[in-house]
């Protein structure tokens, strides 16, 4: 029941800006911290944002600090990663996922959801 659609992905040169999208069904929202990881081609899936239910906290993987933000809009249940100055090395699948509270932000294993994943391209 639960489904977790991610949208936004594309193709954007170095240097812009993408914002993904993600909307929740199935589930309470509002109770769970919400997260976006990526996939690149030949890497392991790697954290890059996390939002806490309230979205009163926020964290970011080293690589996208100052770069991503990470919100959401618990009435509307979609959380969002707004992708500024964007690197090539950006390119990935991300994806986003649902986690109850008080796990170990970075870890997989601590989301309960996924959704499917959008591509974003980033092109030099």
């Known amino acids: 029941q639960v489904q977790l659609v991610e949208s936004g992905g594309g193709l954007v040169q170095a240097g812009g800006s993408l914002s993904l999208s993600c909307a929740a069904s199935?589930?309470?929202?509002?109770?769970?911290?919400m997260g976006w990881f990526r996939q690149a081609p030949g890497k392991e899936r790697e954290f890059v944002a996390r939002?806490?239910?309230?979205?009163?906290?926020?964290y970011y993987g080293d690589s996208v600090k100052g770069r991503f933000t990470i919100s959401r809009d618990n009435a509307k249940n979609t959380v969002t990663l707004q992708m500024n100055s964007l690197k090539p090395e950006d390119t990935a699948v991300y994806y986003c996922?649902?986690?109850?509270?008080?796990?170990?932000?970075?870890?997989?294993?601590?989301?309960?959801?996924w959704g499917q994943g959008t591509q974003v391209t980033v092109s030099s």
């Open positions: 996922a649902a986690g109850s509270p008080g796990r170990s932000i970075p870890s997989l294993r601590s989301y309960d959801y």
């Open positions: 199935g589930l309470t929202f509002s109770r769970y911290a």
């Open positions: 939002i806490s239910w309230s979205g009163a906290n926020t």
